[in-house]
């Protein structure tokens, strides 16, 4: 039988995943003595122990057959444990829950009022619910988002987190996807996790994508890896997709503003064209990540020119956002069904790029250097957003290069250009010359989208 992978979630949430829980398994209890029916707390380094009874983990089976467990973190016990934190050290403290769940799913309820009330006495606490080999970090302040989503007081509100891994039904196709795509499995199946909010009228509301910062997952793997041959990816409507992750030894931390089914493979790929090329060890990178793809099966053409809706679709794809089909509805040039427009909503919704006054987008058109810049700038802008860095950068502190064509950028990519030279993103074409008007190549796009990514810290700088 398989385990739920151990994974860890930061920022909003965090979630640890390892290899899957055993089916049906009995939770262990103490020899010579009967288990006692409330959690125990005990004080710790940093934080509360809460560990939660045998006798409070529920076996249920729901219609789908799949057994489960249910388990309610007691109220009083955890708003105990939370008041302990108050003479913690200044940081972060914890209150870890210990639970000995068994099942490949389970489901935790906690009563969002005690969140709520932790937030507000130890507001840089945070709940780490610890299973066999499955934790899952949530910050108090997740609680006022839960409220706010489901507009009703704390009071009203259990937050219900859930983690299960695939079904052996889904787990085929899965595994046929990735084999298409070149990659191989690192862990035995991809892993989902959902928040949600339910009333006390038993209503719920799916909380998963609710706040604005990248959920972190830690995941264990089987042994330590090359960071540039392994990859995190989501699995959804039958797509594989990258997905952000910095690896250290046999931990992977996974990046993604929203839910899905995570996994880790391995890939690495190589193209006939680019060997020897300037930009072969990033091209190869990417491409191994399954961020970027050749032209076709053995090429990349490096040196071909990149169109605006190809730039948006990467930029989209490297920070981990789902394709938005509707907000390409406002340009008259996007169709509804072209590949493109989904990527290309993505990132008019998240502020990436701008159309034209005439209300068109001109996807096919290609990019300047120019252009490359200002989206460069707005996307590492919404990254630091979701990373929690600063979005800002102080012009005054760094220097930086003068060129002869200088005065041939534009008004409008004048301080893009000179943020993107500030922070390291993009260099002349020459010591001399920028080139602003220039058309840019495949090539450059992937240097700069790989550099792009290890400034906001979601590959590692290999």
């Given at each position: ?301 490096p040196d071909k020119p990149v169109t605006r809706a190809e730039f948006a679709a990467m930029l989209t794809r490297a920070l981990g956002l ?141």
């Amino acid at each position: 039988m398989r385990r739920i992978a151990s994974l860890t979630l930061t920022s909003l949430l965090m979630l640890s995943l390892s290899p899957l829980l055993a089916h049906g398994a009995e939770p262990a209890k103490p020899k010579g003595s009967a288990s006692p029916a409330v959690s125990v707390l005990t004080d710790t380094y940093g934080g509360v122990r809460m560990e939660v009874q045998p006798g409070e983990v529920k076996k249920e089976t729901p219609k789908d057959g799949r057994p489960e467990n249910k388990v309610i973190l007691d109220r009083t016990k955890l708003k105990e444990a939370f008041g302990r934190l108050k003479d913690q050290a200044a940081g972060q403290p914890a209150v870890t829950a210990v639970i000995p769940s068994t099942e490949s799913t389970v489901k935790i309820h906690i009563a969002d009022a005690v969140l709520d009330e932790a937030r507000q006495t130890v507001p840089g606490a945070y709940l780490l619910l610890q299973l066999p080999e499955v934790s899952y970090k949530l910050p108090v302040g997740f609680s006022a988002k839960a409220a706010e989503e489901l507009k009703v007081p704390p009071a009203n509100v259990t937050v219900i987190v859930t983690i299960k891994s695939m079904p052996d039904s889904a787990l085929g196709t899965a595994r046929e996807r990735l084999k298409a795509a070149g990659a191989s499995e690192v862990l035995p199946a991809p892993v989902d996790f959902k928040i949600t909010g339910q009333r006390t009228n038993g209503q719920t509301v799916d909380l998963t994508r609710v706040g604005s910062a990248y959920v972190q997952r830690v995941l264990t793997l089987p042994a330590s890896v090359d960071p540039s041959t392994v990859t995190a990816v989501t699995y959804a409507n039958g797509e594989i997709s990258f997905v952000p992750a910095l690896f250290n030894y046999n931990q992977a931390t996974v990046l993604s503003p929203g839910g899905g089914w995570f996994t880790i493979v391995s890939s690495s790929k190589e193209f006939t064209d680019t060997a020897g090329h300037w930009a072969e060890a990033d091209i190869r990178l990417l491409a191994s990540k399954l961020l970027v793809k050749g032209t076709s099966a053995s090429e990349f053409s490096p040196d071909k020119p990149v169109t605006r809706a190809e730039f948006a679709a990467m930029l989209t794809r490297a920070l981990g956002l789902p394709d938005n089909r509707g907000a390409s509805a406002k340009y008259s040039d996007v169709g509804k069904y072209t590949w493109f427009a989904g990527p290309v909503g993505a990132a008019s919704a998240a502020g990436l790029v701008d159309g034209y006054d005439d209300g068109t987008f001109k996807p096919n058109a290609r990019i300047s250097r120019e252009q490359m810049a200002v989206m460069l700038t707005k996307a590492r802008a919404y990254g630091s957003g979701l990373q929690g860095l600063p979005k800002t950068v102080d012009l005054s502190a760094v220097s930086i290069p003068v060129f002869e064509d200088g005065a041939k950028i534009a008004s409008w990519a004048s301080e893009p250009v000179t943020e993107v030279l500030a922070v390291g993103l993009m260099e002349g074409v020459t010591p001399e010359k920028f080139a602003p008007k220039e058309n840019a190549t495949r090539a450059q796009a992937v240097v700069l989208l790989k550099r792009l990514l290890v400034s906001l810290k979601l590959i590692n700088p290999v």
